[in-house]
């Protein structure tokens, strides 16, 4: 036992699986011994009252037999009990128990035993009160001033108060502004009651008050009543705390003045009388009882506080004096004398463990081992230390501390898609409104060379597409052992995607020595689907109204060699044009230049040409890798589409205004419907019904425009979805185009890609817009700033959503204009000056009139010449 844990002088385990709570304690003289010791009355939820009398033979021994009194069932909960002198005709302490709808009085009674078992105890109820309201809490005392009898006052969870003389009822009254019951006690001093309201103050009512107010029959108040103010039930004085409280106690020692205490969630409040702040404590711990118990000096008072820590803290007024371990959270404390051993402390948890403990100290008893003293090795000390200092330069050395090869990695994840679509589809509610949709199969491998605890393998797609099932969970692997999973991944949505890769992200534990538990560690793979997955191969279009064309330097090849699985071998006409069907409806062909080494993608979506334009240069970059050709390369020539990619942002725009519309207009009636429902409960409620003045006709009005902008909103929110997919596919493509226009690195891609898609969902909150706005504001102000002036402009630190489109799309043109003056994209702090060194005079000073001129012209096309760059042609291929 530790020095500051409570000495433990009894204790029990009450019953099994009973609730308990703060109400379900009492200690006093219940059996009018006469003796002065205290017995022990416990209540539980369960409906079991037990009453103890602790009669250790050893401190911190456990419960005897003949320390139980008596155990009885009572059929309700116990929510609350007390002893006090409740019976007329007699000053003797009797035992109230308060049930949800019922208070029940007994007398408490022993009689002499004859033989070895010892006295026999049992009750007798001697009068009970059935309940008409749901009962919360009660409280009892002298209420008026009466002489050797206690009254009680039960309080309802619907703000009511009961009083009772004894075996009958005196009246009701309901407390003014209720909502919900809080602690409850009473003051003899002043001869009132006092509580904590849910408006988190402290409300006194004075007795007399109570008892000439309003009858609780009558909750309304008529006009009659209102203009005579000796019936209404007016508190004597309020006390906002700003917190919910959890106990309140009244005490009054000889050597301290009268005083309420009032236990809050953080703090702790002790008021005069009249409810002015004698002290507070402000307490950094959650509380959970607490019960003042004495006064040791003149003015102060020593208060018993239990928090959720199992610690319980001795306070004189504001001072903490002690804090001792309890085994438990104390949901109520008590004081009492027992067996000759006065303040004994007794504590209850929500579980049932009682305990009897009192304040003391331990010496610990633990003594340091010895250290045998042996002699330093100095030259095998300096041995060591040269070797570690060897490592740790090496180590510093090394600028990627991840290991490159895969045979030093711990588990490796691997995913394998299948050549071939699935034989039977597996996709699972889709709303593509195609014939069949397409599913195929993704294996993934897991293999570990260590033992991997709790791994867990994600598996993410973008969505459009979705997958069978994307989580997996796998019991712990031992080294040198694998787990395999299959997957389908198909189109869910009703538009065609924007990416079609995924991704395979695995996370697990490997326990280590000083850590058994093991250190989080996380494996990842990439995985490229088919592009069969979206689309199927069909009839050649001539006409289009979106044309692009990509230069090579390599003859063309035909298609049968590099799309062989859209292309029928028989017919040799598909060797140069080939025809894409995409499930959700639209159409892209592509074209082989016989004569010149160019391909021509061509449809009538913009969005469309991505995909296409990708898997031509990938399966091109594959085909001339294994003939072992190094020096293929592909080259863009025509002008960037950036009148038909504005159109894609005007319109993903003003979905996400007309989001925020639906949602104003939402929050409207909303506002409105609720309106509505607080008058027709308001006359639901009263006693004298009044006509409803066509109210519930407005209500189910403004209910149906509800539902009907929230179906609105739904449905903008799926084309918004459906435009950001459009959008991002636009943005992937005009990213491809400039790069292959200005030969741009890999690291100079990144930076494009970072710059026009940082988001990978679009919300209210952060939209697409504003952050690429924000991000193409600072490349133009940084590596493509045109002079000093532009890299002193400060960027505004807060992104919010613009009121239109006209500044980005300027930012865009004026980006793609300083591409084409020879800047260049670099994240480096010393750009500008490198920019300078590599560009005499660094970027052509671009006349903002013409630019502007540029942005009215409806409908026009930017062209941005380049050093040598082919003019646009148009050339059949």
């Not at 001093?189 to 309201?197: A, G």
Request: aromatic share 8%; glycine share 6%; with cysteine.
């Amino acid at each position: 036992m530790s020095l500051f844990k409570a000495r433990d002088w009894w204790s029990t385990i009450l019953g099994e699986k009973e609730e308990f709570d703060q109400g379900c304690l009492c200690v006093a003289d219940v059996d009018n011994s006469g003796s002065g010791q205290d017995k022990i009355i416990v209540g539980s939820y369960m409906g079991y009252l037990r009453i103890f009398n602790p009669h250790p033979v050893k401190p911190g021994d456990g419960i005897q037999p003949e320390d139980l009194l008596l155990e009885v069932q009572l059929r309700e909960p116990i929510l609350q009990v007390e002893v006090g002198k409740f019976v007329s005709g007699t000053e003797g302490l009797h035992l109230a128990v308060l049930h949800c709808r019922k208070l029940c009085v007994y007398a408490v009674s022993g009689t002499l035993g004859n033989v070895e078992h010892g006295n026999q105890y049992q009750i007798k109820l001697m009068y009970e009160h059935n309940l008409q309201r749901t009962a919360c809490n009660m409280t009892y005392g002298p209420f008026g001033g009466v002489k050797g009898r206690d009254l009680i006052c039960i309080q309802s969870m619907d703000g009511m108060l009961m009083l009772f003389e004894q075996e009958s009822y005196a009246f009701g009254r309901f407390l003014p502004g209720f909502l919900l019951p809080g602690p409850l006690t009473y003051s003899s001093r002043t001869d009132s009651f006092i509580t904590v309201s849910s408006c988190r103050q402290v409300e006194s009512y004075k007795y007399q008050v109570l008892a000439f107010a309003t009858d609780a029959d009558e909750r309304q108040e008529t006009e009659k009543q209102k203009l005579s103010s000796g019936k209404r039930l007016a508190v004597d004085w309020v006390l906002n705390i700003g917190e919910q409280a959890l106990d309140i106690c009244v005490v009054s020692f000889n050597q301290a003045v009268s005083s309420v205490f009032v236990l809050g969630e953080r703090n702790f409040f002790c008021l005069k009388d009249n409810g002015q702040i004698r002290f507070m404590k402000k307490l950094d711990y959650s509380p959970s009882c607490f019960i003042p118990y004495c006064s040791v000096k003149e003015g102060t008072i020593n208060t018993l506080v239990g928090n959720h820590s199992k610690m319980l803290n001795v306070y004189q007024d504001v001072t903490l004096k002690w804090a001792t371990q309890l085994p438990h959270i104390p949901v109520a404390v008590k004081v009492a004398n027992l067996q000759d051993l006065k303040g004994v402390i007794v504590t209850l948890s929500d579980n049932g463990h009682l305990q009897c403990s009192y304040l003391g100290t331990d010496p610990s008893l633990f003594e340091a081992p010895r250290v045998d003293s042996r002699e330093i090795n100095y030259e095998e000390f300096d041995a060591e230390m040269k070797k570690l200092q060897k490592i740790i330069r090496e180590a510093t050395k090394t600028q990627d501390i991840l290991p490159k090869s895969e045979k030093h990695r711990n588990l490796i994840v691997t995913a394998e898609v299948s050549p071939d679509l699935d034989a039977e589809s597996q996709a699972i509610d889709s709303e593509v409104k195609a014939e069949a949709v397409p599913s195929v199969t993704v294996k993934i491998t897991i293999q570990s060379r260590v033992t991997a605890q709790k791994p867990n393998l994600a598996v993410c797609v973008q969505a459009p597409l979705a997958v069978t099932c994307d989580q997996f969970v796998f019991d712990d692997l031992e080294p040198d052992s694998s787990e395999t999973v299959v997957l389908s991944v198909f189109l869910k949505g009703n538009c065609s995607p924007s990416e079609l890769e995924g991704n395979c992200v695995v996370s697990y534990n490997t326990p280590t020595d000083l850590n058994p538990e093991g250190i989080l560690k996380v494996a990842q793979c990439n995985f490229r689907l088919p592009l069969r997955l979206i689309c199927f191969p069909a009839q050649p279009s001539k006409a289009a109204n979106h044309k692009l064309t990509i230069d090579t330097n390599k003859p063309p090849i035909s298609f049968l060699t590099i799309f062989p699985d859209f292309v029928d071998p028989s017919e040799d006409d598909q060797a140069n044009v080939l025809g894409f069907q995409f499930l959700t409806g639209s159409k892209t062909t592509l074209l082989a230049s016989k004569t010149s080494q160019r391909y021509r993608i061509q449809s009538d979506q913009l969005e469309d040409l991505w995909l296409v334009t990708k898997e031509l240069t990938l399966r091109l970059e594959e085909h001339f890798k294994k003939q072992n050709c190094k020096d293929f390369a592909c080259t863009f020539s025509g002008s960037i589409p950036l009148q038909e990619y504005f159109e894609l942002i005007d319109r993903h725009f003003e979905l996400r205004l007309n989001a925020e519309k639906f949602q104003e207009l939402l929050s409207e009636r909303a506002v409105q419907f609720r309106a509505i429902e607080r008058r027709l409960l308001t006359r639901f409620k009263d006693k004298t019904p009044a006509p409803l003045q066509h109210l519930d006709t407005l209500l189910e009005g403004t209910f149906r425009e509800v539902i009907a902008l929230a179906d609105a909103a739904e449905e903008n929110q799926a084309n918004l979805f459906q435009a950001f997919t459009k959008l991002k596919s636009a943005t992937h493509l005009v990213i491809m185009l400039i790069s292959l226009w200005q030969k741009l690195s890999t690291d100079q891609v990144g930076i494009l890609e970072a710059t026009f898609l940082p988001l990978a969902e679009d919300t209210q909150e952060l939209g697409w817009e504003e952050t690429v706005d924000a991000a193409v504001s600072y490349l133009l102000r940084t590596c493509l700033s045109k002079s000093s002036k532009e890299q002193a402009l400060s960027l505004s630190s807060q992104l919010c959503m613009p009121k239109d489109t006209s500044r980005l799309k300027k930012n865009i043109t004026l980006f793609c204009d300083r591409l084409a003056k020879g800047g260049r994209l670099s994240l480096s702090t010393d750009s500008a000056t490198q920019q300078a060194a590599v560009m005499p005079g660094g970027c052509a000073t671009i006349p903002e009139s013409d630019l502007e001129e540029r942005m009215v012209i409806p409908g026009s096309t930017a062209t941005f010449p380049n050093h040598g760059q082919i003019p646009k042609q148009k050339s059949k291929p």
